[in-house]
């Protein structure tokens, strides 16, 4: 077949679209639609074999499985940033997997629409999704071996709009495929988008959705990361390099490449005078000023928060719960795509007033200890706050910062714990109260001893257990007042042998104790002691369910998710259980009190009903404070982030006081006791209960020391 002769056929039915009124006008969908259909099977056949002989038969059957095509395309609510509150509503962060902000096209510099329709379909206004000329010219270039685009701005828009719906990299790579069936569906989306939006929607649609790179989606933050203006401020040379990078923002980036960015903005600036919207002299203006490149830093991350490590326990705990889905697919998809606000239980008044005290005590830049904190509303679980000393950074040669949670548990970003010490021995008294013992229970409690006999779940024997007093404690015959008041080790050890040891650590874990690791808690003879390795978070929710008289409330950081596009609210709520005997609570509350009247707590009071109790772990490896009032629960833990067993609180300098060991009391509990009090400051002050009468009387004193006060139990 000659040269002449090819496409004869082809190119008759083309021209009865163009030169007829299929394609005019606004109206005709049906006719349009026809007619858009004999086009598309026309340009099957072109594409697919660019002779005549069989073109008549391929267009008929390509145009019939055109229109067959799916043309619903969804356009949904564009993916933006997730804005996080405090309690009062006050926003405290932005998080963004894709850093967007959407605008009006009437907020869009109208150099920017200008300049993408002169680099990428200056016929943009004239056609109706489908431009003829573009696309036989890639046609016709691609039966020759070369695979062209020729895609208008609806096209473009489309494959935009799939990507951004992709559920799957398979859905991202289907969407971006360069074959003739992706091309024909996506021409049949394009056609169906031109018929349910305006122009000047579609514009605004694309601008608002295309990637610019740098993390930058959308035109008002690619404005921003660019040139540190606003959308509507760019000038005609900012909006050529931006309208220049659509194609290729890897490629034609100006951070990472800018001479190449330099030639494409030049290129779209010669476009511009093209189509008219330029002088030549403007343009070459433009072209001497150069790129003029004043970056904004990328934000869109927990990072650029003000209370960043609290941030990112928001956000993983929405990527573990259902609020935002039934599986984790769903929740990722959610939060990538993002447009809603979350609601949190921050409070800025606990959060600021501990960060204050931590801060002031344990300073984070010249030291590798490190002081953290959790707040726990008792009867809700609301995490009031999360503070710690060290700064978010992900450095770890930078003494002072760190990307980990200091407080809460290694699954929601934190570490794998620290041993808790005698916060431990709250558990024990609650087991024994529980078990109907009496404040008047009463042990001879020497400096060191030797307990033996106690048996562990499985119903194993314990080996012997020499266990000593701290310096902190007073050897003598104890009973539970004086002992909780003292932190008498001795006496704790057999309270929990007479308990039991299973039983003792059951209760631990109907408080809501469990391992920071997400290990089993560990049954051994010294746990009353507190060797397991927790999180202050979990220290104080479980402090929390004694102060709301034995119910355990779950934590969570998140009061309410709202969708910024459609209003609709969705509220969590914790899961509460009453775990422990109401009674056994009260009577836990009325012991803890007692550690502030010439206890090792003395001094340490708010100035209202409250509950504490040190803790410091065997060799100072770390050292605690955990209290409440009957509406907020609290506990601090100090240590070294090198390890505190290699790195113990021994003679050492920490914000400029020297300890020679750092006890529960002289560093964690002044921290807990400033930051309560401005923690609480706002609160009404409430009283515990009265304590429970079957204890017996809550000022007992203990036994009369006796000469064989250091017999074995």
């Not at 099977?41 to 267009?59: K, R």
């Not at 401020?233 to 990078?245: E, R, S, T, W």
């Not at 009190?593 to 707590?601: L, S, V």
């Not at 509406?631 to 240590?639: E, F, I, M, P, W």
């Amino acid at each position: 077949m000659s040269e002449s002769n090819r496409g004869g056929p082809f190119r008759e039915g083309i021209r009865e679209v163009l030169e007829g009124d299929l394609l005019r006008g606004r109206g005709g969908t049906l006719l349009r639609l026809s007619g858009l259909g004999v086009v598309a099977g026309l340009l099957s056949a072109a594409l697919v074999m660019p002779w005549a002989g069989s073109a008549g038969l391929i267009a008929r059957d390509a145009a019939a499985g055109f229109m067959a095509l799916p043309s619903d395309l969804e356009v949904p609510h564009l993916s933006s940033r997730v804005l996080l509150t405090t309690d009062d509503g006050q926003p405290f962060a932005e998080v963004a997997e894709r850093e967007r902000e959407v605008v009006g096209l009437d907020e869009i510099s109208p150099w920017v629409t200008e300049a993408l329709m002169a680099i990428e379909d200056d016929r943009f206004y004239e056609h109706s999704g489908l431009d003829l000329r573009g696309l036989f010219r890639a046609a016709t270039r691609t039966a020759q071996g070369d695979m062209q685009g020729g895609s208008t701005i609806t096209q473009q828009y489309v494959k935009n709009l799939l990507i951004e719906t992709a559920e799957t990299e398979e859905e991202v790579e289907d969407a971006s495929a360069r074959t003739l069936n992706r091309k024909l569906t996506e021409l049949r989306y394009a056609i169906d988008i031109e018929d349910r939006l305006t122009k000047d929607e579609i514009l605004e649609g694309y601008l608002n959705l295309s990637y610019f790179g740098a993390g930058a989606h959308g035109i008002e933050v690619a404005a921003q990361r660019y040139f540190s203006v606003s959308a509507a401020d760019l000038d005609a040379g900012q909006a050529a390099l931006l309208a220049g990078l659509v194609r290729g923002p890897s490629f034609y980036d100006p951070l990472s490449n800018p001479e190449d960015a330099l030639e494409r903005r030049n290129l779209v600036l010669d476009r511009m005078v093209a189509t008219e919207v330029l002088s030549a002299e403007e343009a070459a203006e433009y072209k001497e000023e150069g790129l003029g490149i004043e970056p904004t830093p990328r934000g869109g991350s927990c990072s650029e928060s003000d209370y960043p490590f609290f941030c990112d326990y928001v956000m993983r705990w929405l990527r573990s719960s259902d609020v935002l889905g039934e599986t984790v697919e769903e929740r990722e998809q959610r939060i990538v795509q993002g447009g809603f606000t979350v609601r949190t239980t921050l409070d800025a008044d606990a959060q600021d007033a501990a960060q204050e005290a931590i801060d002031k005590r344990v300073p984070h830049e010249d030291s590798t200890k490190f002081a953290a904190q959790a707040f726990v509303e008792p009867g809700s679980g609301r995490v009031r706050g999360l503070a710690q000393n060290m700064r978010y950074g992900f450095d770890d040669e930078q003494i002072g910062t760190t990307s980990i949670n200091l407080a809460v548990d290694q699954a929601d970003g934190g570490s794998s714990g620290y041993q808790a010490g005698s916060t431990f021995k709250t558990y024990t008294l609650a087991a024994a109260l529980e078990k109907g013992l009496g404040y008047g229970t009463s042990f001879s409690s020497p400096k060191s001893m030797s307990v033996s006999g106690m048996a562990n779940c499985d119903g194993g024997t314990m080996a012997s257990w020499n266990v000593r007093n701290a310096g902190e404690s007073d050897e003598g015959s104890h009973n539970m007042i004086s002992a909780t008041k003292g932190s008498v080790n001795t006496y704790f050890a057999q309270l929990q042998k007479r308990v039991g040891l299973c039983d003792t650590s059951k209760m631990a874990e109907k408080a809501g104790v469990h391992r920071a690791d997400g290990g089993d808690l560990g049954v051994w003879s010294s746990f009353t002691l507190g060797d397991q390795e927790v999180s202050p978070l979990t220290v104080a929710a479980s402090y929390a369910t004694f102060a709301a008289r034995g119910e355990y409330c779950e934590p969570r950081p998140v009061r309410t998710v709202t969708d910024d596009g459609t209003g609709e609210e969705v509220k969590t709520t914790s899961e509460c259980e009453q775990t422990v005997a109401r009674e056994a609570a009260d009577g836990v509350n009325h012991l803890l009190q007692q550690t502030f009247d010439g206890g090792t707590a003395n001094g340490l009071d708010l100035g209202r009903p409250a509950a504490g109790k040190t803790g410091t772990t065997d060799g100072a490896a770390y050292a605690w404070f955990a209290g409440y009032t009957p509406n907020l629960a609290s506990a601090v833990v100090v240590g070294d982030v090198r390890g505190g067993e290699q790195y113990p609180l021994q003679g050492v300098t920490i914000g400029g006081r020297h300890y020679g060991i750092v006890y529960g009391g002289t560093l964690p509990g002044p921290i807990w006791q400033e930051s309560m009090r401005g923690a609480t400051a706002n609160l009404p002050s409430e009283g515990f209960a009265g304590s429970p009468g079957a204890f017996g009387n809550p000022d007992a004193e203990p036994p009369k020391k006796k000469e064989e006060d250091d017999s074995d139990a």
